[in-house]
């Protein structure tokens, strides 16, 4: 953005340069509009023929002229990438966030849903006979609940990642249950069509970072 300004910097300069960032988009999905803030949605608007900017012009241009001062001259940057803050340890642990579209689904037949304890959702194993035992909560149970447990791989200007995206993210991405996916028709190769419903979609993604991630 820098890049647009500067051509306007140049030389003597009398009338006031008059710059509107828009920081800010309006989304509608769902019958509903939000605003969403984000660096991709960012626009300039350099001297925009609208009735307030031509007013502030004007009664720019009537004051008396005041003593100025050249503004320093910052080049602009890309986006950096995850090697280039690995490299220089800006990278902490805790949670951050990431604004990415996702691309793939990285799941199969058997691989996009776990069996979980109905109490305490902890994964549940081989059943013992006809029962399912939660060895973190003892409770036992006649049937599993099937939970959602996708890998997908999101990305932005920098780059792509992998990511696992957990059951109350799918189903309000997805609008069902996992066990309503288990049970409708597609090829058993593959993952119910209800998840292709997320292709394309943009993401704000909370990523917890451990050190493990770091290293």
């Not at 031509?54 to 503004?71: C, G, M, Q, T, V």
């Not at 602009?76 to 220089?88: F, M, N, V, W, Y």
């Amino acid at each position: 953005m820098v890049d647009q300004i500067l051509p306007y910097l140049e030389g003597e300069r009398v009338e006031p340069l008059i710059v509107i960032a828009q920081c800010f988009k309006p989304s509608r999905w769902n019958e509903k509009t939000s605003v969403q803030s984000h660096f991709e949605y960012s626009k300039l608007r350099i001297n925009p023929d609208l009735e307030e900017v031509r007013d502030f012009h004007n009664r720019r241009l009537s004051e008396k002229p005041a003593n100025s001062a050249r503004i320093s001259q910052v080049s602009s940057h890309g986006p950096r990438s995850g090697a280039d803050e690995l490299k220089k340890g800006d990278v902490a642990e805790g949670p951050i966030w990431i604004a990415g579209t996702i691309i793939s689904i990285n799941s199969g037949k058997d691989d996009w849903y776990y069996k979980s304890c109905r109490k305490c959702l902890k994964k549940v194993e081989t059943p013992i006979g006809n029962r399912y035992e939660c060895g973190r909560c003892g409770h036992t149970h006649g049937a599993a609940s099937l939970r959602f447990k996708v890998e997908v791989m999101a990305c932005d200007r920098t780059g792509s990642i992998t990511l696992l995206m957990w059951d109350r993210e799918m189903v309000q991405l997805c609008g069902r249950q996992a066990d309503q996916g288990k049970n409708e028709a597609f090829d058993g190769d593959g993952y119910p069509p209800a998840l292709e419903t997320m292709m394309g979609r943009k993401l704000l993604f909370k990523i917890n970072v451990k050190s493990s991630n770091i290293r």
